[in-house]
């Protein structure tokens, strides 16, 4: 859950359209849900969350074949009933971009991830590195595809992954404020998940199983495939002021078995 809230965040940044070269501050907040945080194989514990975050970053110009970008988040969300997942935690992220031709965008960053959260346990350093490829297809239709590798070193290793994310996303943009997306992203990866049955012994687990204060119950960690479906929409009230939402359906499957996901955000935000 953790990771995946990260996204909302990190994503953000990583896929917005390029514009004119600036330099500018964002702040905005965030509320959500998630129905299966503690990701349970057959008990999965819903929850809200409310979060914000400031963020500093630099977009370039298409006007030459290659530039940079920068981004700088700091962000933080509190849990409404599993305090224990709340957490700060802040994201650099410098990059290049390639324009080898007028309807195609080449974006390149490393990111490194700081995070501290109430549990200790996933308390965590992350580093990776992103490509993304952006083609435009109308003046306001567009379509892009990516690859993410994450390396995620937790506290306890139970909360530790590594996973690589291949994903594909549509966006059109109706009017010069108003655009949505949808988009599918497959990953192969680490996860710790709870079975939710104290029966099961998950055999070949036990080197990465812990009991978790948090969840209450045992946490497993294992290699696992996810398939997530999400659609998105933003607004641009004016020059400044903006909002968000979205929404992503996930499937998890491993050898402990399979769990599906809901989770949704409705943000506002404001440019200085």
Do not use: C
């Not at 009017?175 to 012994?201: L, P, Q």
């Not at 055999?203 to 045992?218: I, L, P, V, Y």
């Amino acid at each position: 859950m953790l990771r995946g809230l990260s996204v909302l965040f990190v994503a953000g940044l990583f896929f917005i359209r390029l514009t004119p070269a600036f330099a500018d501050w964002e702040v905005g907040t965030k509320v959500g849900f998630d129905s299966n945080v503690n990701q349970s194989t057959d008990q999965g514990q819903s929850d809200t969350f409310l979060a914000g975050y400031a963020a500093y970053f630099r977009v370039p110009t298409n006007e030459t074949r290659y530039d940079w970008t920068f981004s700088a988040i700091v962000e933080g969300a509190a849990y409404a009933r599993t305090t224990d997942l709340s957490y700060s935690g802040i994201v650099l992220e410098p990059g290049i971009v390639l324009i080898p031709h007028r309807t195609w965008t080449v974006s390149l960053s490393p990111f490194l991830q700081v995070k501290t959260v109430k549990d200790e346990d996933q308390s965590a350093l992350a580093f990776g590195g992103k490509v993304n490829l952006e083609e435009q297809l109308r003046s306001d239709l567009y379509m892009g595809q990516y690859y993410i590798y994450t390396d995620s070193r937790a506290d306890v290793d139970t909360f530790s992954f590594t996973e690589h994310a291949v994903g594909a996303y549509l966006g059109l943009e109706w009017t010069k404020g108003f655009r949505n997306r949808i988009g599918y992203e497959y990953s192969r990866g680490d996860s710790f998940r709870t079975v939710g049955t104290s029966s099961i012994t998950a055999t070949g687990h036990g080197k990465h199983r812990r009991f978790s204060t948090a969840f209450d119950e045992d946490v497993f960690r294992e290699r696992v495939h996810r398939h997530s479906v999400s659609v998105s929409a933003g607004v641009d009230w004016n020059t400044r002021l903006f909002s968000q939402a979205g929404y992503t359906f996930t499937v998890t499957e491993g050898d402990l078995g399979s769990s599906n996901s809901h989770g949704g955000f409705l943000g506002l935000g404001y440019r200085f």
